[in-house]
């Protein structure tokens, strides 16, 4: 039993791997029902079973495994994090539970491969139970078998990868096993069910017997398609979706879904490859030639039984094909022709895309043939013409078939149209485009007008197969001549056609044509029916389009027009058109008998009147009739002809011609005007052009025609029309409104061949004026057309020619303004011109435009046979010849007959002079034919890149040039398809396949998509990545992302899969580094006329255009497009709508959530995730280059604890995310302290990953961060845990051995940093680790720094002891690396300097030649001590000190924070700390060292004489390890400084006991005035130590109740009674900065309210001695500092919420403390400082805000401070506001101009000499009720409990200073007893004040005290004032004791219970305590004395009121004095 109650206790999680089994029962018992608990997926509970479910699912014990299964099924199914168990579970299952007996334990099993395959696992469940095939046991294997196809049932062949499957099925229907057989029957029957007959294909060698069972079953089987019955989790929430619409919407659209759901796999996919081109018969190409025709048709019997294999491997077929082309072609046997053709078919089948290349030679050929009449043959030839359009497209070929067109014979001609028929059937409306349509349209038309019947029913079939496709609209353009019959036979063909990609395709996209809006309700032709019921379900719609995919990138993301518009839109501008051509030309009479109709009769009798006044008239009345007319009852033609009427266009009165004009161009934008009506008018607008009153509105009525009529056509008229007169002027102007309508109407559709012979002509004119406008026009056009127009006018003259140049030169650069005009009214069909475009042809449109040359008949035989001649000089003429024929002709038609052949061959050509010559002919072929250079890219362009691999560079460089410039024609697209590209990348050729590799790197990143193909160049790629040479692997690897970036990463580590177990964890490991690099795709191109924004992203995600990136948005023109105003939810606000990035929905609920905080606090979950890694339940952290298993965990969890974008962007795979993650974190890491340390494991985890990243921005700004986090940890005193340090310290060590010096630094500055968080002797050993790397920069940087720690910490820090850890350093001494040898003696030579010869025990055994060098370096350091630099350090301060109280400003360095000493260390080897990096506080305030410079100078001479030598003996520190501290700063070694920084960093310890005994060795030293000193420069690191123990001691310590309290009391008063001691030495006390005076008031006021202490014993005392301190701290401290920081801390208290009311009560009355000690301190303040801290106090708290507050003493006592400036200063004080930015927007500025305005008298600028009673009446002007405010505060206070005192105190200055005040009033309604306080409280103040004026040493509260005590000196000040040090009175050992008394905490005044707070604070200071800083002071002063008599700066606050310091005792040297201070201060200014 004993046994059973143990494990009873154990926690679930151990229960279940305990050796007992019933335990482990009992485990998965719990486990189960903790399972089914947990609700939240996410739950941090779920990780920790994650190393378990393994082993729930293999145990040992059938009955607990059952169990087990269970619960791990509800895992799977639950479990966030399950999809990590995939591989081991199902590895598990297959191998545990499939072999089991009981079914149970199977269904279990299959159900949680099923579970996985749902949470989209299903890629490695599969690959498991394929492995599971290949088990011996038959039980498994039926078991996988079963499981695949429930899981196939289930999911679908989406899910499931066929292919794999079907390929191992003939081997399980050959099992012996009968049960294997019959479950292979089962999932070979339900295979077919979703492919159908193409299994039939794999499965035909399989047993007949089966095949035939097979068939049986087969045939049982529903016809219909199936359906999924079970979705993926990411499809489960669509599928809902689905649901609700089907059931709101109706099956018309569950139709649609069931298509898109099951994608029909390709029986092609699944069939092996044969290689057919080596088993031809070897005489083949010599039977094919032979004469008879019984040979040849032997030779094409063996090719047709080839070619009969249904799949064959890629080769080169060319000159196989050339063969049967001319079989085809040339032989006169038809039945060969039919046999050829056939094997053709074969060929195109077996061969599909990649037959392509050799279609363009063949199509022509056999459309030719048609000419035969048999059956037979022409059937062979349609079959075979057929199956090679399958392997191209139909822009390939295009040119051939057209030039087929032509042919006379008429069953050529029928035979041509036929096959374009079935040719459309096969397009889409994309792959329709109107580019393409055009040409066959007017070919076709002909064919319909055709004598034989059967051309024109073909052509009508072809016509009417083409209005299926692409849909009315796009057709009736150029139907517009046909007349009605023929129309409607076009239409009755139509409705006949079966498309191949059925209706639907057809719908979709004439849905897309029509820019279906959901909700519409016009739909335009015969498909209007079918589209409103696509259209009524609105969701549906578009994302029913199954062609969306497949049209081509940006096209479909259109919602250009909403609602209304819609309708308007549908009438498009080739609607129009066909009006505008059709309407007939009317006689004049008609034309006068439509016009009166609409016209008043008036105005049509006076059209021709004499008078040109009635002309005038009654063109005012024409002009206003055409005004009110309405669109459709407009008769155009009519109107312009009366225009026309006589006079005409020769009217003489240019009023009445202006306003004709006018009417023309109104008639125009108003009316439906056609081509006829303008060429009634626009030859009378070109006469009046150049004319100079007219011309205007002749422009102005020709743009609005060619508005719409169409540019193009007008242009043409215009210029045929201008160029035929003689007048210059309007040849010139027509030119000039050209050059401006091109701009506004955009270029597409012009007929550049015309322009460009009328521009020649204009160039050719006398007239300068035309051939500017020429040059202009040119110009104009260059923007569109580019460079290539040059060369139309290379032949003109040079002048004229350098004239062109320079207009060219001008448009350089400038892209062609967006078109604005043109399409306002069509605009949709504007956008489809835009749309049907591929997206680079829009740019080829104008290329296409240029007139091009037909060269075909050049390209000779004669001229073939000379480019393959045997001699090398022939062939070269042909080359040349080709050349000459290119150059000449510039621009060529793509038909080059036999020319690529030819060259093809000269590529390999032995002579390299030759294959260079073809590369520069093949550049230039290139340019001449344009983007038509496409088809030959397989032939021609692959031959180029195979040159690629030549070994002459300069050869390489012309084919690389050469194939730039065909693919700047061509575009990628060409090149990736097919498997071309990826068979030379196979060749291993490592010049090739490097020059290719470079070549695509430098092309992926541009393209927007690639061809699938590309990814079969990644196995090559893969073998490049591994290749013998360097540069191919380098190529290899910088060109790996850019294919990641098109195919996506689980694509290429899939494709991993066949490589080697090693190779395979090498290119994995390549590819997580290429995944981090991965860029973004390029974003759409913003088309500024038709593209919507966004570009190809489908509608429906795209309700308002969503910039990609920001990018875009820039590219964008800044006039508002018509089109993107009109897109729902995007207003047309021009730059303003488009400039910013205008978010989809999506990103805007990004935007919301991006406000929360970046890290959430979870309890406790830093120490869930230590327990996890300790309990082994997730991947310890620890790696040499991060596998993906790590960074999923990382995600994982992360995901609790980090703001979901924060996290998608720390992980997103483009490295700028990673920079802005980085940039948020850095942002938020102020504001949230908290959350920071909370996720601080995973922040380090997430760092040490962008360690591995090669991007160096990313590295550096992840360095930035960390120095910032570790500043930050320091600040918060927190501690890295053992997990933090250890998973990050050993990656950041790697960094430190980076190449660049900046990042080496960085990491080192970081590593200072740490020290402060994590102790040093733990971070020795990961440093040591960091020596034994192989990089040689890390071991002499870890060596570097390994020393700085030594040097720093002592030898403590050496582990496991100091004698290993220095052999080890030793060992580097013998290092091959000159930098690691030096960092090793270096390091050991530190540790001599701090241990001396015990070194050499300590290293052990070295060589003689290491030890000789050492002891070399040894003897070096010694003649040139170590000390020297950081002596350097340390001084300064201490000089500066001694110069004048406003060097206390001097902020610390960086050398003076608490590691100095390591940064010192650092600096001397060669790595000083970045300055920019520190924290304000301890910033260098360089303007004031700049302006001490000067007196440095001067004192330095001074600071060389005093070398005191031995005057004072040194005084040994009891800590046997630490040198003595030595008694004279200016003959310190560097150990006095490492010894005192060592002891320091000792008084933050943890330890009470090390702290004490710290504190208690720097007392010593804080005792002794001559070795204080020792202690400047360190003093704020030791304040800083101070603090950070007191916070120590508050938050732990005193938590801690294992510790006694009398230790705790101990350790404070060693803390306090150090304090004091230190701010008694006046000059040390003046050192701390700002920012550690914050913190320490901080501290000490956090102490006294500490309720804890009170009730200990002796806390009364430590209160009061606390108190003490900070009245010694407000006095002795530097002013400016002093007031700044508690002006700092009372700004923090009040806005922090936390803080108690008490603390800021405490900070105020420490400021009005500081208010009294004013009237002494004023002169040595920094005014410009507090008053900026002031400003700033007053912008976080306005007035308003400070009234709000609960108590009103912040207000009050930020008025009483400023009063007490205001009153010290007087006006002057505006002059103080220098440091605030925007004074006049200051509130303080206000406020202290209106207290200058009611001040009482100006006292500021009284001189210490007068007395107050010069001051003594209120300023008559001082209004009353400023006094009575002023009165009322002082008694509020006196009333109020804390601050009766002070109301006192002020009350009595206040009487003093205006005696004549009336205080009556107040007092008369106060009871008798609150008189009789007041009065009594006065007296004594009186009385007080009279004593004390006598008292010299008066630490200065009341204001007169200078002036009383200057002139009567007592003899104790002349006792001390004689500052000889000659006698030392009694007095000042009685001073001594007081002090001692108070140390102790033995208060001086007679008191038995503690004071209350304010009496200690308000009292004024204890008379002893202050003389004995004074005689203290005088005492320091005796050291400096002589440099005292000539230091006019030295008159520091402290002289102005101990007076002892000055010997002469006269007014007027103080006087003058103080002028001479004035002026220092205001030359510092």
Request: charged share 30%.
């Amino acid at each position: 039993m004993g046994d059973d109650s143990e494990w009873l206790k154990l926690p679930v999680d151990q229960k279940c791997e305990h050796k007992l089994w019933k335990a482990r029962l009992s485990g998965y018992e719990e486990a189960l029902k903790i399972f089914q608990k947990i609700k939240d997926e996410k739950s941090p509970e779920w990780s920790k079973y994650l190393g378990l479910i393994k082993k729930f699912v293999t145990d040992s014990n059938a009955v607990v495994q059952l169990k087990g299964l269970e619960a791990a099924l509800v895992y799977v199914e639950n479990a966030h994090v399950a999809g990590k168990t995939t591989g081991e579970v199902v590895s598990g299952v297959v191998s545990k539970v499939f072999n089991q007996p009981k079914a149970k334990a199977k269904e279990l099993g299959i159900e949680i491969c099923l579970m996985y395959i749902e949470i989209e696992k299903g890629e490695s469940v599969q690959e498991e139970l394929l492995k599971g095939l290949d088990n011996k046991n038959p039980k498994i294997i039926v078991a996988c078998i079963e499981t695949l196809r429930k899981a196939l049932s289930e999911f679908g062949s989406k899910i499931i990868l066929l292919k794999p499957i079907i390929k191992v099925l003939p081997k399980l229907f050959e099992s012996r096993d009968k049960p294997v057989r019959d479950e292979a029957k089962l999932i070979a029957i339900e295979i077919y069910r979703w492919i159908r007959d193409a299994l039939r294909h794999p499965l035909q060698n399989i047993n007949s017997v089966q095949l035939k069972e097979l068939e049986e079953e087969w045939v049982k089987l529903p016809t219909g398609i199936p359906k999924p019955s079970r979705f993926l989790r990411s499809q489960q929430e669509l599928e809902a979706k689905l649901e609700q619409q089907q059931s709101a919407g109706g099956d018309a659209e569950g139709g649609g879904d069931d298509g898109d759901e099951v994608p029909q796999i390709d029986a092609y996919e699944l069939l092996e490859t044969v290689e057919i081109l080596s088993k031809l018969p070897k005489d083949f190409y010599d039977k094919i030639e032979a004469k008879k025709w019984q040979e040849r048709k032997e030779a094409l019997e063996a090719v047709e039984v080839l070619v009969k294999n249904p799949k064959l491997e890629s080769g080169d077929y060319a000159d196989l094909v050339k063969a049967l082309k001319k079989v085809v072609g040339k032989d006169t046997n038809v039945m060969l022709v039919a046999l050829a053709a056939k094997c053709l078919t074969g060929l195109a089948v077996g061969l599909r895309k990649k037959f392509g290349q050799y279609a363009g030679h063949v199509v022509p050929t056999i459309l030719e043939k048609f000419k035969e009449k048999k059956p037979q043959v022409v059937q062979a030839l349609q079959e075979a013409i057929d199956a090679i359009f399958l392997t191209t497209t139909l822009q390939n070929i295009s040119e051939d078939v057209l030039a087929v067109m032509d042919n006379k014979n008429p069953t050529i001609k029928q035979q041509t149209s036929l096959f374009i028929a079935r040719s459309f059937r096969h397009c889409t409306a994309s792959t329709l485009p109107k580019s393409l349509l055009k040409p066959f349209c007017a070919a076709l038309l002909k064919h319909i007008n055709d004598s034989a019947a059967e051309v024109r029913d073909a052509a009508f079939e072809a016509l009417g197969t083409a209005l299926k496709v692409v849909g009315e609209k796009a057709v009736n353009p150029f139907l517009a001549d046909v007349d009605k019959l023929k129309l409607d036979k076009i239409k009755e063909c139509s409705e006949k056609v079966e498309l191949v990609h059925g209706k639907k395709a057809g719908l979709a996209t004439e849905k897309k044509e029509l820019k279906s809006v959901p909700g519409r309700a016009a739909a335009s032709g015969a498909a209007g029916d079918k589209d409103t019921k696509d259209i009524s379900a609105p969701k549906p719609g578009p994302k029913k389009a199954p062609t969306t995919k497949a049209a081509g990138p940006p096209k479909k993301g259109k919602t250009t027009t909403s609602g209304g518009s819609a309708t308007a839109g549908t009438k498009t501008k080739k609607g129009l058109e066909i009006k505008e051509i059709v309407e007939p030309e009317l006689s004049i009479e008609v034309c006068e008998e439509k016009a009166s109709t609409v016209l008043p009769p008036s105005c049509i009798q006076l059209l021709d009147s004499s008078n040109w006044k009635e002309r005038l008239a009654c063109m005012e009345e024409f002009q206003k009739a055409v005004e009110l007319m309405e669109r459709a009852e407009m008769p155009c033609q009519a109107l312009v002809r009366m225009l026309a009427k006589k006079p005409g266009w020769k009217e003489t009165n240019f009023q009445v011609m202006q306003m004709k004009l006018h009417i023309v161009a109104l008639i125009a934008q108003k009316g439906n005007f056609s081509k006829t009506s303008a060429q009634i008018v626009l030859d009378g607008l070109v006469d009046k052009i150049g004319d100079v009153k007219c011309g205007n509105n002749a422009k102005e009525a020709m743009t609005a025609i060619a508005e719409t009529c169409m540019l193009p056509w007008t242009a043409e008229q215009v210029m045929s029309m201008a160029f035929s007169q003689k007048n210059p002027k309007n040849q010139s102007e027509t030119l000039n409104w050209l050059s401006n309508a091109i701009k506004e109407f955009g270029f597409s559709g012009l007929n550049v061949k015309a322009f460009i012979s009328n521009v020649k002509t204009a160039l050719a004119a006398t007239n300068p004026a035309v051939r500017t406008s020429a040059i202009t026009l040119l110009g104009v056009m260059y923007l569109y057309v580019g460079p290539s127009l040059r060369m139309f006018f290379e032949d003109e003259k040079p002048a004229l020619l350098s004239q062109i140049d320079a207009e060219f030169e001008k448009m350089q650069g400038q892209s062609p303004p967006a078109p604005t005009r043109g399409i306002s009214k069509h605009s949709i069909s504007a956008t489809d011109e835009g749309e049907d475009e591929d997206p680079d042809d829009g740019a080829n449109d104008v290329v296409d435009l240029l007139p091009r040359v037909e060269i075909s008949d050049k390209i000779t035989a004669e001229l073939v046979s000379k480019i393959g001649d045997k001699n090398w000089k022939i062939r070269k003429e042909g080359l040349d010849e080709v050349a000459g024929i290119i150059n000449e002709a510039k621009f060529i038609q793509p038909n080059i007959g036999e020319l690529p052949t030819a060259l093809k061959g000269r590529l390999n050509d032995s002579n390299k002079i030759l294959v260079q010559q073809t590369l520069t002919i093949l550049q230039q072929l290139a340019v001449a034919m344009g983007p038509n250079i496409k088809q030959h890219v397989k032939n021609l362009g692959i031959p180029i890149i195979t040159v690629l691999g030549d070994s002459k560079n300069n050869v390489r460089a012309a084919a690389l040039a050469t194939v730039n410039a065909w693919a700047e024609q061509t575009g990628m697209k060409e090149w990736l398809e097919g498997e071309d590209l990826s068979e030379e990348l196979k060749k291993e050729n490592p010049f090739l396949r490097q020059e290719l590799l470079g070549w695509l790197a430098e092309k992926l990143p541009t393209l927007r998509s690639t061809p699938t193909d590309l990814i079969l160049c990644v196995p090559h790629l893969y073998s490049c990545l591994e290749d013998r040479n360097g540069d191919v692997r380098k190529k290899a690897q910088d060109a790996l992302p850019f294919f990641m970036m098109h195919l996506g990463y689980e694509k290429m580590a899939k494709a991993t899969g066949k490589l080697k177990p090693t190779s395979k964890d090498q290119v994995l490991a390549m590819l997580e580094k290429a995944k981090t690099n991965m860029p973004a795709k390029p974003a759409a191109p913003a088309k500024a006329t038709s593209k919507p924004i966004g570009g190809s992203a489908p509608s429906k995600f795209q309700p308002t255009p969503a910039p990609v990136e920001d990018s875009v948005s820039n590219t964008i023109e800044a006039k508002p497009d018509p089109k993107k105003a009109k897109a729902p939810g995007v207003s047309s606000k021009g730059k303003s709508a488009q400039g910013k990035k205008i978010p989809s929905k999506t990103s805007l609920k990004e935007d919301d959530d991006k406000s929360g905080p970046i890290f959430i606090v979870v309890p406790n979950g830093k120490e869930q995730r230590m327990k996890d890694e300790k309990g082994l339940k997730v991947l310890k952290w620890n790696f040499t280059t991060p596998r993906d298993e790590y960074i999923e965990q990382l995600k994982t969890q992360m995901s609790s604890c980090v703001a979901k974008w924060l996290q998608d962007e720390m992980f997103h795979s483009d490295f700028q995310h990673h920079n802005k993650a980085l940039a948020v974190m850095v942002d938020h890491l102020e504001s949230e302290k908290e959350g920071v340390i909370g996720c601080l494991d995973l922040i380090l985890k997430w760092l040490t990953l962008r360690f591995f990243d090669t991007n160096t921005s990313v590295l550096m700004k992840a360095l930035e961060y960390l120095k910032l986090l570790f500043t930050l940890l320091s600040e918060e005193e927190y501690h890295l845990t053992e997990n933090e340090a250890s998973s990050f310290i050993p990656y950041l060590i790697l960094k430190v051995g980076e190449p660049k010096d900046v990042i080496r630094k960085d990491v080192r500055a970081i590593l200072n940093r740490m020290c402060l968080v994590y102790p040093a002797s733990k971070m020795f050993p990961f440093i040591m680790e960091g020596t034994k790397s192989k990089n040689s920069k890390q071991r002499a940087e870890c060596l570097e720094e390994l020393g700085c720690l030594v040097e720093s910490y002592g030898m403590n820090v050496c582990q496991p002891t100091p004698g290993k850890a220095l052999k080890e350093i030793a060992i580097h001494i013998g290092d091959r690396d000159n930098a690691v040898r030096n960092a090793a003696l270096n390091t050991i030579v530190a540790v001599y300097n701090v241990h001396g010869d015990q070194v050499f025990k300590l290293i052990g055994n070295l060589s003689e030649k290491d030890m000789s060098m050492l002891e070399e370096r040894i003897k070096r350091s010694a003649k040139r001590p170590s000390a020297a630099p950081m002596k350097q350090v340390e001084e300064k301060p201490q000089r500066t000190q001694n110069i004048n109280s406003n060097a206390n400003m001097l902020r610390k360095g960086p050398a003076e924070d608490m590691s100095s000493k390591l940064n010192q260390a650092r600096s001397m080897s060669g790595h000083p700390e970045a300055a920019q990096m520190v924290h304000r506080e301890f910033q260098l305030d360089l303007d004031e060292i700049e302006n001490d410079n000067g007196t440095v100078r001067c004192e330095m001479p001074e600071l060389v004489q005093h070398k005191l030598d031995d005057i004072f003996e040194p005084v040994l520190i009891p800590e046997p390890k630490i040198r003595a501290v030595s008694p004279h700063f200016d003959d310190m070694h560097s150990n006095t400084a490492s010894t005192i920084n060592f002891i320091i960093s000792q008084v933050a310890s943890g330890d009470i006991n090390t702290s004490i005994q710290a504190l208690t060795q720097i007392d010593e030293v804080l005792r002794q005035e001559d070795k204080a000193e020792a202690m400047s420069g360190h003093i704020d690191q030791f304040l800083i130590a101070t603090f950070m123990q007191l916070r120590l001691i508050y938050n732990t310590h005193m938590a801690d109740e294992k510790l006694e309290k009398d230790e705790i009391i101990k350790l404070y008063s060693c803390i306090i009674g150090n304090m004091i001691s230190l701010f008694q030495i006046e000059s040390l006390a003046r050192e701390a900065s700002t920012g550690v005076l914050k913190d320490l008031m901080h501290g000490l006021i956090t102490l006294m309210l500490d309720s804890r202490i009170e009730d200990l014993e002796e806390g009364q005392q430590v209160i009061r001695s606390v108190n003490l301190l900070v009245v010694k701290v407000l006095e002795k401290s530097d002013q400016t500092n002093i007031l700044s920081a508690l002006l700092v801390l009372l700004q923090d208290s009040l806005l922090a919420t936390a803080s108690s009311p008490k603390f800021s009560e405490l900070v105020m009355k420490c400021l009005w403390r500081m208010v009294r000690l004013l009237p002494d301190t004023i002169n040595s303040i920094n005014l410009d400082r507090i008053l900026l801290d002031i400003h700033i106090f007053m912008k976080v708290f306005p007035k308003e805000k400070l009234k709000q507050c609960k108590s009103e003493f912040p207000i009050r006592t930020l008025k009483t401070l400023l009063h007490t400036l205001c009153k010290l200063k007087g006006p002057k004080i505006l002059d103080h506001l220098t440091m605030i930015d925007n004074k006049n927007e200051s509130e303080l500025e206000a406020h202290l101009c209106r207290m200058m305005k009611h001040s009482m008298d100006q006292t500021g600028n009284k001189s210490d000499k007068e007395t107050e009673k010069g001051a003594s009446r209120i300023d008559e002007k001082s209004s009353k009720a400023k006094v009575n405010d002023f009165l009322a505060e002082i008694f509020k206070k006196i009333g109020s409990k804390e601050n009766t005192k002070e109301g006192l105190a002020e009350l009595y200055e206040y009487k003093k200073k205006y005696s004549d005040a009336d205080i009556e009033p107040f007092l008369k309604n106060s009871s008798q007893f609150f008189q009789s306080y007041v009065e009594r409280g006065l007296r004594v103040i009186e009385m007080e004040r009279e004593g004390k004026g006598r008292i010299p040493t008066s630490t200065g509260i009341s204001p007169q005290m200078e002036v009383t005590c200057m002139p009567t000196p007592t003899s104790t000040v002349s006792s001390i004032g004689n500052t000889n040090g000659d006698e030392v009175g009694p007095s000042v050992y009685l001073e001594r004791l007081k002090i001692l008394r108070q140390r102790c905490g033995l208060d001086n005044t007679k008191q038995d219970d503690r004071p209350p707070l304010t009496s200690l604070l308000s009292k004024p200071s204890i008379p002893p305590v202050a003389s004995s800083t004074d005689m203290l002071h005088s005492k320091l002063s005796q050291l400096r004395e002589s440099r005292e008599q000539h230091q006019h700066s030295d008159l520091d606050s402290s002289q102005t009121h101990s007076a002892g310091t000055v010997t002469s005792s006269s007014t007027t040297n103080i006087d003058d004095l103080k002028k001479r201070l004035e002026r220092i201060k205001s030359s510092r200014k």
